[in-house]
């Protein structure tokens, strides 16, 4: 094709030469034939004509056009189209010249009749390569071969690639002949095969092939309608069976040997000609076998911790299903308690399972059963070979008088039930046959512990800077959670200094973030030791100080943070002095956390104060931060109402820190 320019007037060109070039050799029966210029509309403005052979040595053939030709004003594309001959060789080039100035002849204006001379020089169009209709015949990687499960329906069983990236022009063919070629069971295992061009259905009615005995695994389809593969493309054919349920021997798989693939009746869309396919399909082995559904614990998310009696929506467990072989409706999930020793069903008023953000069915213990069966409302697809967590949500139950609850310190732990008949089960989709689930039975959390209420501790800002007598070294706040009061026990602090003697070491509680409004039924100004306590050599080796807030008479007593308030409380010394010679000098002071849950006794998992929780010695590594959920009244330090601050939202086991420094 070449594009045209003219501006002024349209004019008309009364003879036109194109010489045309090959890699091929000149030969007879190689000369392009019936020629025609084509415009932009398609349109035919000059020929058709036989090109002849060519008169100089940069040309093998030319073709004359003797019809006038008439070039409107304005930018237009003129085609070169034509026939050649059978003779050509595959990959051979082919390309078209003109020389405006020498074969175009006779150029006239339209309107002024003007005779024009053209000045442009030879200019080549495209170079085009030849190719014959050509088509290879392959499978595709996928399906790889695998387990398929009795009763399936439609089960892609090949892909077959027909590529014409190579050919020439477009193809067609309506036949194609496989072989079944099988290791286990019968022929008759599969039925109701077709081909499919994605949702597109090839064969239906006497076209489904039912494979036989007497055909021995070689099969013809025969396609509905001729089927198109356009060149420069490749056209994915699938192949669908059925399974029989009956079929749990089968082994096999369907393939284009390399002699079906040369037989296929191809032909050319534009020549008519016959084309001899290429290659061969070998589609994966299936084997018939059973779906299966595996559960096991999913910790993501889902760690220990501390929580609210009466609060809606906990996360209490996630498992990670998973479907082999076929994909798995998920219907039913048996959940169970698998702590009895701390937690019974009245800990719970609802279970709620959660695919993601969306709640797919709920379960409820009753009667005192340690399992609880959800029909899922939304069935879960579990496809196969691909995990699926589900999450279980808890609905609490109230801890107090009234309620059945009426023990803090249970842990609960959900898990699912599996490997019966009775527990957690989906249907295979493929097979519509109900599939068991399987695995390990270990919970999907390390559990949650319930208290009526529980503190959230977290550091709060020193004022100033620098060390010296009477500055703050520590500063935290205890809020309790709007469900209930809490009582603390104990604290315990750790100082460590560089350089640097304490003395007169005291912790002081305020209702204010201002630090100024002090606590009372303490000692004055929020003093909860009757006595500083001085860093002195008895507190050289281990600078641990256990601190039980007390009255102005001595008595010890505890500290009660209110529903939803916030207590504040600051570490001070009320003499700081630094070693003389030293020019470095620091004091870090850590409330201390609990590294683990006090070891009870009994099954309510929590401890009386005296004697019960241990708490010999200050520098004990357990018990540092005692504490109650006030479950059912405040309590003395003879009821079963105190543990520790194990896994309390705001203090690591290894402590909360502030330092103070020169």
């Excluded at 009667?367 to 589900?390: E, N, P, Y």
């Excluded at 590594?621 to 194990?646: C, E, K, M």
Aim: proline fraction near 3%.
């Amino acid at each position: 094709a070449y594009e045209t320019n003219i501006k002024g007037e349209p004019i008309s060109v009364q003879s036109t030469v194109f010489h045309l070039n090959s890699s091929a050799a000149y030969a007879s029966n190689l000369i392009p034939t019936s020629i025609s210029l084509i415009d932009k509309n398609g349109s035919v403005v000059a020929g058709p004509k036989d090109a002849v052979a060519g008169t100089a040595a940069s040309e093998l053939y030319k073709v004359t056009f003797t019809d006038t030709i008439t070039y409107p004003v304005g930018v237009g594309t003129y085609t070169l189209v034509g026939k050649l001959t059978s003779n050509w060789t595959n990959g051979s080039t082919f390309m078209a010249s003109t020389t405006p100035s020498s074969d175009w002849t006779t150029v006239k204006g339209q309107i002024t009749g003007n005779t024009l001379t053209l000045s442009n020089a030879v200019f080549a169009m495209n170079t085009m390569t030849i190719r014959t209709a050509s088509l290879s015949v392959a499978a595709s990687n996928n399906p790889a071969a695998q387990t398929v499960v009795a009763g399936s329906q439609k089960f892609v069983f090949t892909n077959l690639q027909f590529d014409a990236t190579q050919s020439g022009e477009d193809v067609r063919l309506s036949t194609i002949a496989m072989t079944l070629t099988k290791t286990g069971g019968n022929y008759t295992d599969l039925s109701a095969c077709q081909l499919y061009d994605g949702a597109t259905v090839l064969t239906t009615g006497s076209n489904v092939i039912n494979p036989t005995v007497a055909n021995a695994g070689t099969e013809t389809f025969t396609l509905d309608q001729s089927f198109t593969i356009p060149k420069g493309t490749v056209k994915t054919l699938s192949l669908k069976c059925d399974v029989a349920s009956s079929a749990t021997a089968f082994i096999g798989h369907w393939d284009v040997t390399a002699a079906q693939a040369t037989a296929l009746t191809v032909t050319g869309t534009i020549s008519t000609g016959t084309v001899t396919a290429t290659g061969s399909a070998t589609g994966g082995a299936m084997t018939v076998g059973s779906a299966t559904l595996a559960a096991t614990g999913d910790t993501s998310g889902t760690s220990y911790k501390v929580v609210a009696a009466n609060t809606s929506g906990i996360v209490a467990a996630a498992y990670r299903f998973k479907a082999s072989n076929d994909n798995v409706s998920l219907q039913r999930i048996v959940l169970s308690l698998t702590n009895t020793a701390s937690s019974s069903s009245s800990d719970i008023t609802m279970a709620h399972i959660f695919d993601g953000n969306t709640e797919v069915g709920s379960a409820t213990f009753t009667g005192g059963s340690f399992t609880a069966t959800s029909t899922l409302s939304t069935a879960v697809l579990l496809t196969r070979d691909t995990d699926k967590i589900l999450t279980v949500k808890i609905d609490l139950s109230a801890i107090n008088n009234s309620s059945s609850a009426t023990t803090s310190g249970h842990l609960i732990n959900v898990d699912i039930n599996t490997n019966d008949s009775t527990g957690t089960y989906g249907t295979g989709v493929g097979s519509g046959i109900r599939v068991n689930s399987t695995g390990s039975t270990s919970i999907g959390s390390t559990g949650i512990r319930v208290f009526r209420s529980f503190t959230t501790i977290a550091q709060d800002t020193l004022t100033a800077s620098g060390l010296s007598s009477n500055v703050p070294l520590l500063r935290f706040k205890v809020t309790a959670d709007s469900k209930g009061a809490v009582n603390i026990a104990k604290f315990t602090l750790n100082m460590a200094t560089s350089s640097v003697s304490v003395t007169g070491v005291n912790m002081y509680a305020f209702t204010d973030s201002s630090y100024s409004q002090p606590l009372s039924g303490v000692n004055t100004g929020g003093q909860l030791l009757t006595s500083n306590v001085d860093l002195t050599v008895g507190y050289l080796n281990s600078p641990t100080i256990a601190i039980y807030p007390q009255t102005t008479a001595g008595a010890t007593t505890t500290v009660q943070v209110a529903p939803g308030s916030t207590m504040y409380f600051e570490v001070r010394a009320a003499t700081v002095t630094v070693v003389s010679t030293a020019t470095n000098y620091n004091v870090v002071t850590t409330l201390k956390g609990d590294t683990a849950y006090p070891a009870v006794a009994n099954a309510y998992s929590m401890t009386a104060l005296s004697g019960g929780i241990a708490d010999s010695s200050s520098n004990s590594a357990l018990n540092r931060f005692i504490w109650s959920p006030n479950s059912t009244t405040t309590p003395t330090v003879s009821d079963i109402d105190w543990t520790n601050g194990y896994a309390i939202p705001g203090l690591p086991s290894n402590g909360l820190s502030q330092s103070r420094s020169n």
